[in-house]
T-cell receptor
């Protein structure tokens, strides 16, 4: 079963902040985040592991709440280059070691000047 | 630069044809994946392979098969293409998780398949 992402789409002005959520019904040991620009391949942003670790990458950071099986991606002071579709990918504890990575339905982020 | 290469960017086929989508990676990765991407449905896993000649069903394997005869090449086969298989197909690869909790995926640019 796919993780659920919210919102499905969001439009922001340059400089505004955004939060994208990813929720799973399964116990997770990792959450991946990727960004896909129109017509291009998805590109890796970061991985969060079981343990509630928060990671950062420039003005993009993420958290993982393993008790709630949720992850959130935070984009602060958004730039035009942040536009694209964001996907979370999850690996469940039950499938640990079998390499299966399941993606969510995606969140389309549009940044306008 | 690491690379995952999909043989065709666009492909048009007729209903009932046998279709082969090819993917090659140059990173010596053990694991390779086929996803399909549809609007509103995100990326859905069709099949994956963790070693040569080894394969596992993903979440939507019906109507598809795969082949992995060499480590660097992973093929997706549509035995008899149908219109509901019109989609963007993405191949991905990553290294083994042994010694590392999780490895990132590298994606190819995708093949947009239209079945008429």
């Amino acid at each position: 079963q796919q993780p659920v992402q919210s919102p499905q789409a969001v439009i922001l002005r340059e400089g505004e902040d955004a939060v994208i959520n990813c929720s799973s019904s399964k116990a997770l040991y990792s959450v991946h985040w990727y960004r896909q620009k129109h017509g291009e391949a998805p590109v890796f942003l970061m991985i969060l592991l079981k343990g509630g670790e928060q990671k950062g990458h420039e003005k993009i950071s993420a958290s993982f709440n393993e008790k709630k099986q949720q992850s959130s991606l935070y984009l602060t002071a958004s730039q035009l280059s942040y536009s694209g579709t964001y996907f979370c990918g999850t690996e469940s504890v039950a499938n640990f070691g079998n390499e299966k990575l399941t993606f969510g339905t995606g969140t389309r982020l549009t940044i306008i000047p | 630069d690491v690379k995952v290469t999909q043989s065709s960017r666009y492909l048009v086929k007729r209903t009932g044809e046998k279709v082969f989508l090819e993917c090659v990676q140059d990173m010596d990765h053990e694991n390779m994946f086929w996803y399909r991407q549809d609007p509103g449905l995100g990326l859905r896993l069709i099949y994956f392979s963790y070693d040569v000649k080894m394969k596992e069903k993903g979440d939507i394997p019906e109507g598809y098969s795969v082949s992995r005869e060499k480590k660097e090449r992973f093929s997706l086969i549509l035995e008899s293409a149908s219109t509901n298989q019109t989609s963007m197909y993405l191949c991905a690869s990553r290294g083994s998780q042994w010694g590392s909790p999780s490895e990132k995926l590298f994606f190819g640019s995708g093949t947009q398949l239209s079945v008429l």
